[in-house]
């Protein structure tokens, strides 16, 4: 074969090669991972007890120390939660009384932390003299985190302008009802059920959506504004439990959602969300971004029995 044949030859490939190596051209073969890629599982903040702290026996008048693993294993990021130490203080003390309530923050997974964070708290603390007519006494102790949380879900939807399939035109979607799998946060959207409503316009028609919302998590819903208090030693008020704020955005119009706030009943209800300014009929069906966004509180506890000795 010539050279200028070879040269003909070979010179394209050398700059596709370059061009990819640059990054000039994307490779096909290589899938780009995205925020929503993490956007999955069930849980938000777990805790666990660090190996012997607490021991499960130890000596009455004894120190030891209390401490926990917490692991952000939701796609969420979590400021200014709070992690809570309870004892029986009859037989055992803290330290440091301003360690009871601790505050923390953790990112959750991204496409920069893919495990998410996690960080470690102890506590030390002291048994106590246990009844003089007892050879051993157990005892628990209990450790709370409560903290805010959001549940995100980007979603496309058919916008069908023509409900009564007067237009003779082939559409290029259809509503339908959409299940999901959760979201990457303990409080998922389940369902998510559309319907186009006639307007007192007869040339609108108004966009319906019922959403339904379940406690997926193995902890509580609680309203995110309290959690401080909640993760305190003040009595829970049922007011403050189950609370869910939500915002619907249909491409860039809010949506008119009720119940606003939602209180979830037996961990899961429904809200049902439209858009009241409505939507031409003029227009052909189309697909649009649906955007759900759900913030709230949420708490979860652990626990572990110890024996007290003489």
Not at 67 to 84: C, E, M, P, Q, R
Not at 88 to 109: P, V
Not at 274 to 279: F, M, P, R, T, V
Request: hydrophobic share 35%; aromatic share 6%.
């Amino acid at each position: 074969m010539e050279p200028n044949k070879i040269i003909k030859i070979i010179l394209p490939v050398i700059i596709i090669l370059v061009l990819f190596i640059s990054g000039c051209i994307q490779n096909p073969f290589v899938t780009t991972t995205t925020q929503d890629d993490f956007r999955t599982g069930s849980q938000g903040i777990l805790m666990e007890f660090l190996t012997n702290a607490p021991p499960s026996e130890i000596y009455e008048e004894y120190p030891f120390q209390i401490g926990v693993i917490l692991k952000n294993t939701g796609a969420y990021d979590t400021k200014n939660g709070f992690i809570s130490f309870t004892i029986e203080e009859d037989y055992m003390e803290l330290m440091n009384q301003n360690q009871e309530t601790i505050s923390f923050s953790l990112k959750g997974k991204s496409v920069s932390l893919p495990t998410g964070d996690q960080l470690i708290k102890t506590v030390k603390a002291n048994t106590k003299k246990i009844d003089e007519q007892s050879e051993k006494h157990e005892s628990t102790i209990l450790v709370s985190t409560c903290y805010q949380y959001q549940t995100k879900k980007d979603i496309t939807i058919c916008i069908d302008t023509d409900v009564y399939d007067l237009k003779k035109m082939q559409k290029v979607c259809l509503v339908k009802d959409i299940t999901l799998t959760p979201q990457g946060a303990p409080v998922a959207i389940t369902k998510i059920e559309s319907e186009m409503l006639p307007a007192e316009d007869d040339n609108l028609i108004k966009p319906a959506f019922k959403i339904q919302i379940k406690n997926v998590g193995n902890g509580e819903v609680i309203d995110k504004d309290k959690i401080s208090d909640i993760c305190s030693s003040e009595p829970v008020d049922y007011k403050e439990l189950n609370i869910v704020d939500i915002k619907v955005m249909l491409s860039n119009e809010e949506l008119e959602c009720k119940p606003e706030p939602l209180k979830l009943k037996d961990n899961e209800d429904e809200v049902r969300c439209i858009l009241e300014k409505g939507i031409s009929k003029d227009k052909a069906t189309y697909t649009s971004p649906l955007t759900i966004e759900l913030n709230y509180g949420y708490t979860y506890s652990i626990s572990k029995k110890i024996i007290i000795k003489k």
